[in-house]
């Protein structure tokens, strides 16, 4: 499993951060899951610079430039030089502040050209019962990976993060059977997007592609409801906001996986 650790703005001092480091390299020595750290650029600098531990690192955002008289941007080789690996791309919290479906389909470029991963974040606002919510998430996918090229599938990872889940508790999360058949929704929009790659039922047959994308869920994860989660979802992983900031409850959160 993918546990990616979205810890926005909440974490601001560098003893702090240090120490969720701290935690995360045990945490990913005892268990089976890949940890990846998504702290504020100047903290992702000062932890990931020479890094060589079982720990990578995401941008959360990239700039939708490539540099050059850009005062205040931050790109995705800037990002790249100090150590990260993935790069956040589209949260809606970014999205809420002037990401387009322009831009984020320009991020993912530059995401690729420098070499770091892009996490996808796509997400519905509100869920109606005439199901128009999967028509928006299949044009979030669709805008978003018009530039890629089927080679760089394997690339993808989409992170599934419906906004009215976002920032809650357990109980307001997706629930494990919606999730499984919007995981399920993900894979064959994706199948249809990037040619070549295997339909999900072929998948399913032979097992899990390595040239497959990840899909991961984000929204008021918590050690409450990630074991059942990821039971029930045919789910890559996780990107955890809130719950990743408390040491305490981003331990617990990943040895529900174990
Ligand atoms: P949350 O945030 O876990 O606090 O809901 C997830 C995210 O926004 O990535």
Same mark, same amino acid.
């Given at each position: 499993?993918?546990?990616?650790?979205?810890?926005?703005?909440?974490?601001?001092?560098?003893?702090?951060?240090?120490?969720?480091?701290?935690?995360?390299?045990?945490?990913?020595?005892?268990?089976?899951?890949?940890?990846?750290?998504?702290?504020?650029?100047?903290?992702?600098?000062?932890?990931?610079?020479?890094?060589?531990?079982?720990?990578?690192?995401?941008?959360?955002?990239?700039?939708?430039?490539?540099?050059?008289?850009?005062?205040?941007?931050?790109?995705?080789?800037?990002?790249?030089?100090?150590?990260?690996?993935?790069?956040?791309?589209?949260?809606?919290?970014?999205?809420?502040?002037?990401?387009?479906?322009?831009?984020?389909?320009?991020?993912?470029?530059?995401?690729?050209?420098?070499?770091?991963?892009?996490? +996808?974040?796509? *997400?519905? &606002?509100?869920?109606? !019962?005439?199901? =128009?919510?999967?028509?928006?998430? #299949? @044009?979030? /996918?669709?805008?978003?990976?018009?530039?890629?090229?089927?080679?760089?599938?394997?690339?993808?990872?989409?992170?599934?993060?419906?906004?009215?889940?976002?920032?809650?508790?357990?109980?307001?999360?997706?629930?494990?059977?919606?999730?499984?058949?919007?995981?399920?929704?993900?894979?064959?929009?994706?199948?249809? +997007?990037?040619? *070549?790659? &295997?339909?999900?039922? !072929?998948?399913? =047959?032979?097992?899990?592609?390595? #040239? @497959?994308? /990840?899909?991961?869920?984000?929204?008021?994860?918590?050690?409450?409801?990630?074991?059942?989660?990821?039971?029930?979802?045919?789910?890559?992983?996780?990107?955890?906001?809130?719950?990743?900031?408390?040491?305490?409850?981003?331990?617990?959160?990943?040895?529900?996986?174990?």
């Amino acid at each position: 499993m993918l546990i990616v650790a979205n810890w926005k703005a909440y974490v601001e001092d560098l003893a702090r951060a240090k120490k969720l480091l701290a935690v995360s390299k045990r945490l990913a020595r005892q268990s089976q899951a890949t940890i990846v750290l998504a702290p504020p650029a100047p903290l992702l600098g000062a932890l990931a610079l020479n890094n060589r531990s079982n720990v990578a690192f995401a941008a959360q955002d990239i700039s939708v430039t490539t540099g050059g008289a850009q005062t205040g941007e931050i790109t995705a080789g800037a990002f790249e030089a100090v150590g990260a690996a993935y790069a956040l791309i589209g949260h809606s919290e970014r999205r809420a502040r002037g990401d387009t479906a322009v831009s984020v389909a320009e991020k993912i470029s530059h995401a690729l050209a420098q070499g770091l991963r892009p996490i +996808l974040c796509v *997400g519905e &606002p509100e869920r109606d !019962a005439e199901g =128009r919510y999967l028509s928006f998430i #299949r @044009e979030e /996918l669709t805008s978003a990976l018009s530039a890629v090229a089927p080679r760089e599938r394997a690339e993808i990872i989409v992170a599934y993060e419906p906004l009215w889940a976002i920032g809650k508790s357990a109980d307001a999360a997706a629930s494990a059977n919606d999730l499984g058949e919007m995981t399920l929704y993900i894979r064959k929009v994706l199948a249809e +997007l990037l040619p *070549g790659r &295997p339909s999900p039922e !072929a998948s399913a =047959r032979r097992g899990k592609s390595s #040239r @497959e994308s /990840l899909v991961l869920y984000g929204g008021s994860v918590e050690p409450d409801n990630i074991r059942d989660l990821a039971a029930s979802s045919g789910l890559d992983g996780f990107l955890i906001g809130h719950a990743s900031v408390d040491p305490r409850l981003f331990a617990a959160s990943v040895k529900q996986l174990a």
